[in-house]
């Protein structure tokens, strides 16, 4: 190990053994700022006036962590921004060179569940069942009719089909007290089957709804009507069936707890699920601005520093004759820390500031601005 020899001042990169993943090793580019990028980091800690103890392949090292590093908080910011849009879509295809539209994909999903509460859609199948209805009897366990018709685990009672009927088929109920009157359903036009059909003058719709409500509330309130209650799918008729009810199918709607709870709806395979598997590959280094690529000297540096100060960290002193040399460890280690963090927070601010709700802020403001120095243009006045 003590024969291996130290920087020398010079280097040439070789594709394929200089960097330990060889991220970059087929990019012209890259290759020829490796050199650069070594001589500038040695000469940038002391060289040629200190030797500095490392190696053309820890330059190297440190420059393909930089870019990589580079590419990965540029991409985790991508992800952190456009997360609920890239959710969904397939993995096949890298998304470094992609410009990400905002959709509503995830959200329409969650509210696909909220649907299939109200029963207006969703992707949990709705199942129809029937049992036979028995006089003097009230009371039916819903989970025993469906077990003893094979369906197995837990269910729930989405709908009884056990109603009046509705309020519009009674529209001319002489109780209600909301009728208008007018008794001509112009037959001779074809329109007494029609609703509301009863006038010569067109209502707004929410007078036709109150009138509904009205009935409604009539034969709640005045009459003797039937409904059920549903309660730990143990459901109850009112009033107790009575008269020619054997053999009378009641129905009714159900789903399956399993199926609704079930989080893998889409079925579909190599889709982004996470941050994990969000297709961003390492970035193409001849594609990186000279901002960016100035980041990575500088975090390619910051690392060298770290690499050295722990090489040096092995001897605090070393004796040479007559006297001794105490090595800057500390002082290389404190600078490498303190700078790579500093490139960090610089790198994150101003991707904070690209971020789709800062740039539309700044138009807001931009606009909210330039609206009140055009109100101090004079306007010409025309005469005609």
Partial sequence: MSNIAIWNGTSTFVSGS????GFYDTDSTFRIDADKVALWCSQRMGYPLVEIELQS????TAFEEAVTTYGNEVYQWKIRENYLSMEGNLTSSAFNNTVITPNLGT???ISETYATEAGSGGKVNFYTGSFTMNVGQQDYDMDAILASQGISGSVEIKRIFFESPPAIVRYFDPYAGTGTGIQSLLESFGFGQMSPGINFLLMPIFFDVMKVQAIEFNDQIR????SFNLVNNKLKIFPIPTGNVDGYLMFFEYVLIDE????TVDSRKNLVTNVSNVPYNNPVYNQINSIGKQW???YALALC???LAYIRGKYSTVPIPGAEITLNQQDLLADARSEKIALLEQLRAMLDQTSRKIQLEQQSA???ASLKVFTNVPLPIYIF
Wanted: glycine share 4%; net charge positive; charged share 30%.
């Fill in 223 to 226: 009459k003797a009507a039937y």
């Fill in 366 to 368: 931009e606009l909210d």
């Fill in 296 to 298: 990575i000297r500088q």
């Fill in 57 to 60: 392949g820890s330059f190297y």
């Fill in 107 to 109: 959200n329409v999903r």
């Fill in 260 to 263: 609704r709870n079930s989080v």
């Fill in 18 to 21: 200089s960097t330990p993943f």
């Fill in 305 to 307: 520093k770290e690499m």
